[in-house]
Each structure stands twice: as C-alpha cells, then as structure tokens.
C-alpha cells in the first residue's frame, strides 16, 4: 500500500509506471479491479472536477464510493478513532481539505491508502494529470519553460515541486507580494512570456484582482511564447480575469482536452497506491 499526499510522495519510475498505468486503463485493461472495494471520500459541496472523476472511475473499475463533507472531519470527535473506525471497511481514504496536517494526521493512522485531493498548498492529483496530458503531445515535457501566473497558492506550489521533481524550468508572473520563494518572479508579462513553452494559471482571490490586472494571460501575449506553445489554466478559470476571452476561443487553450485524461489517471493513482 502506498499513500498520495505530495507529489514527492512517488518517484518518478513510479510516476512513469502511473502513466503506463494510465494507458493500460485506456486500452481496456484493469474492468473491475476495484470489485468489492469501498473508497471513502471527504469532499466540500464545492468541488466538481476532482469528485466526479474519481466517483466515476471507482465506478468504471466496480467498487463503491461512500461520501462524506469535508466538515465532517472537524468535529469533536478525535481523528485517531474515525480512522481506528474506517479501517474495518475502507479500502482507500480520499480527502480534500485546506489543512494538509489533517491529511498526514490520517495517514498515521490509516491501514488503507490515504489519497490527497487537494490541500491550500498542493494538489497532486490535478498536476499528475496535466504532467500525463503533457506527456501525450510533447517528446519530453521536462525541456519545455514553464510560466505560471497566479498567486502563492496551492497550484503555484504544485508546479514548483513538479519542477523540482523533474528539473523542468518553471517561473511565475505575478502582481508583487505574490511571489513564490524559490522561482524567478516577474512583473512585466511581455517578459515573462516570452520563451516559455507552457503557459499556467490559477484563478485569482478577489484581494488580488488589483494586483494582477497586468497579469492577464491574452492571444496577443501568447503570440510572444514560442512556437508551439500552449494555455493550461487550472479550473475554474475566470474569463477577464486572469485570461482573457480572446485566449480561451483559441487554439493555445488546451484545458478541457487536458482535463479528460483526469479521469483515467486518478484511476491509476487507486490501483498504484493498493499496489493492484
């Protein structure tokens, strides 16, 4: 058995195995190896993307999801005892909650694979998806310059340790006091964007609309990146806001194609970490 809590979690051999996984999946392979299994989920009423793809692949491969709210884990009521509980019955645990300490407090209690989907400062799950959705159009993802535009939030986080995972060359764009430590932030987006090769966004707090209004991803600006160069904003992503409309109708925008290959890889993200 083996957990998901950052991405760092997995090597990346495991994450290239993943990825065969994923295409094994996709070939047909793997029909109802979940048979018999239950996967526990904590989810808020707010999440859409990372629910129904792993609801629907449990279901794809036979097993059974229980769904609880994430508040349910808040209550009086101490972790150490729900998940004493829960291991009688649950094959996999699923959480996504802000605090990533309730996770790892879980996982040191937990018998099952305790799967992360999504903290305030990362979401394996989403970036393992579009790493996987890079692989399929790019001859080595790891020679491209990334770009991300956003806040120092849990996306920005999640590239950057993909990028120290797999020593591709990532910077930010950002209005100041935004900046993630570590990477080369700038301030002007004609500069930023040029040379790069992926394009990354994440939507934007309403505190720091201001503060971005300069930052905002457009086709004019995109024609600066270089040839071949592609938009993957992380959903939801808000048209005039940190992307323009314009950018979103064309053919750099790569994210609901992106999207769909999250289904398949949260399915090989269960059967690595049961280790079937």
Not at 15 to 33: C, H, R, T
Not at 66 to 83: A, G, H, R, W, Y
Request: charge should be negative; charged fraction near 25%.
């Amino acid at each position: 058995m083996k957990n998901l809590i950052r991405l760092t979690d997995f090597s990346i051999d495991e994450i290239n195995n993943l990825f065969e996984i994923v295409d094994e999946i996709s070939q047909g392979k793997y029909a109802n190896k979940l048979n018999g299994k239950t996967i526990v989920m904590f989810f808020p009423n707010s999440s859409i993307r990372t629910r129904v793809t792993f609801e629907k692949g449990v279901f794809l491969l036979g097993g059974q999801t229980i769904l609880f709210p994430t508040e349910t884990l808040d209550k009086k009521e101490n972790l150490q005892d729900v998940i004493g509980y829960l291991n009688n019955w649950a094959d996999i645990v699923i959480v996504r909650h802000k605090d990533i300490n309730v996770i790892e407090k879980i996982s040191r209690y937990s018998s099952v694979p305790v799967i992360n989907a999504m903290t305030n400062i990362n979401h394996p799950c989403e970036i393992l998806s579009d790493l996987y959705a890079l692989s399929k159009i790019r001859d080595n993802f790891k020679n491209d310059k990334f770009l991300f535009c956003g806040v120092n939030g849990n996306i920005g986080y999640a590239w950057k340790e993909a990028s120290e995972l797999f020593g591709f060359e990532l910077e930010q764009c950002c209005g100041k006091g935004y900046e993630i430590e570590g990477i080369v932030s700038h301030y002007d987006i004609e500069k930023a964007v040029k040379d790069k090769d992926v394009i990354c966004t994440d939507s934007l707090p309403a505190s720091a609309l201001d503060a971005f209004k300069k930052c905002q991803i457009t086709k004019h600006l995109m024609n600066m990146a270089n040839e071949g160069a592609i938009l993957n904003p992380c959903p939801p992503f808000f048209r005039g806001e940190e992307v323009s409309q314009d950018i979103i109708d064309s053919d750099y925008f790569v994210g609901y194609e992106f999207k769909k290959c999250l289904l398949q890889v949260q399915q090989a993200i269960m059967l690595h970490c049961l280790m079937l």
